[in-house]
């Protein structure tokens, strides 16, 4: 048995694939909507309770914030934090925006383009997006109209508001704390743990409907779940018993899905890291390649999914 802290030096990890397949994942779930009008033929619904694409959502905030409070507490600079993020997300979000916009939108519109750059449709679209923090708008005039979902472009993107404001948390956590700088590490780690353990009782008190279901609440929940893996890695082992244990009970789980939501909460993390990093060999290859998963997820519904749309139409026994 080998603590977590162990292997969370470097860059010598699995965070690459894990997150380039939950972000397929994603254009996957979504295509059953997209092509159909409905996500209820996507298969893990039925079962599970949730999509692959909500588990691949989770996974990416359990990975985000593993990694962006790897970031701010080896930097220890909330400014340095700060820009860092707004690289990651904002570039390439306006750069895929322009191209939706001026690129798909004015092409693949029913309306003429006089009448596509007029319309209130497609700068409420620009808007939502620049800002961001106020929440998120999926139609473009007249875009796919032909299509069950007609107007509906880059649907995924209603995470990013919730990652940000989830960065912002992190960041005037940290910066609030500028002010005990003797205790900073030590409070903001147990304000960290605390709000975590605080939004796991939530997310069990709106499973049991006690509380109402939220969003937020589940989202904070995984990002700060990764949060806290990071800050208890001296605490945390990584076992291959303990991973074992964990798998066959999540899949035992899976027989019902009311008892599957409770094991997936407990277990999801947990079986996150080991495979980040207790794999090796070939799948560190991919390593090669870079990080690409943010680029995909931004991108995947503008240029992938009204294809995998048209092949689901065209050949109805394609596998989505």
Known sequence: MM???????????????????????????????????TGNAEPFQGSLGMTM?????????????FLVTTSLLTRQSTIEFVWARVLRIFPALFAMHFLTVIGLGSFFTTLAW??????????KYLLKYLILITGYAYELPEFF???????????????????IIM??????TWACLHVMPKYRSQVFKGTVISGTAISCLLVFLGHFNITANNHFIWLFFMFFTGSAF?????????????????M?????????RNFFIIVYVVNLAYLLFYVAYIPSGILREYNKLG????????????LFSNQLLHCCQVYPCFPW
């Open 3 to 37: 603590k977590f802290s162990n292997f969370t030096q470097g860059r010598n990890n699995n965070f690459n694939l894990i997150r380039m397949l939950a972000a397929y994942a994603v254009l996957v779930t979504h295509s059953f909507a997209l092509a159909i009008g």
């Open 167 to 172: 960065y912002v948390t992190l960041a005037i």
């Open 114 to 123: 006089p009448s596509y750059f007029e319309d209130h449709k497609l700068y």
């Open 53 to 65: 694409g909500s588990i691949a959502v989770d996974i990416l905030f359990l990975t985000s914030g």
């Open 248 to 256: 066959i009970t999540f899949l035992l789980a899976t027989l019902n």
């Open 230 to 246: 990071f800050i208890l890695k001296n605490r945390i082992v990584l076992s291959h018993f303990i991973f074992f244990i964990f």
């Open 291 to 302: 990080d690409y998963s943010y680029g995909f997820y931004i991108y995947a519904h503008s």
């Open 145 to 163: 109209a032909h299509k069950p979902y007609k107007n509906t472009v880059n649907s995924s993107l209603w995470t990013i508001p919730y990652e």
